[in-house]
Nanobody, 122 residues
């Protein structure tokens, strides 16, 4: 079992940067793929970025070049550094953990955090 707790959300202006963090607990945290999803009001939850247990990243086209995902296994923490934020990035951001070391962009992860709100004003 893996527990995930997000932090770092907030209200920023367009063009600003923000870093989200996800603290994980459970002995399997370092052995699983992790991801960040987001869900805007009235829209489906979408994968933003993911990283395998080995550190290979994946990014949605909408955030490539602006967001960076990373993990610190010594601290059991996942990060999402967001640059050049846009109003369309406004959403609740969720940290998630896959059931294996790999990421699967076509399947939902097994473990989820409670989410943190990111609001980008224009």
């Amino acid at each position: 079992q893996v527990q995930l707790v997000e932090s770092g959300g907030g209200l920023v202006q367009a063009g600003d940067s923000l870093r989200l963090a996800c603290a994980g607990s459970g002995r399997t945290f370092t052995n699983i793929g992790l991801g960040w999803f987001r869900q805007a009001p009235g829209k489906e939850r979408q994968l933003v970025a993911a990283i395998s247990a080995g550190g290979a990243p994946y990014y949605a086209n909408s955030v490539k070049g602006r967001f960076t995902i990373s993990r610190d296994n010594d601290k059991n923490t996942l990060y999402l550094q967001m640059y050049s934020l846009k109003p369309e990035d406004t959403a609740v951001y969720y940290c998630a953990g896959y059931s294996s070391a790999y990421i699967n962009t076509r399947a939902l992860p097994e473990y989820w955090g409670q989410g943190t709100q990111v609001t980008v004003s224009s």
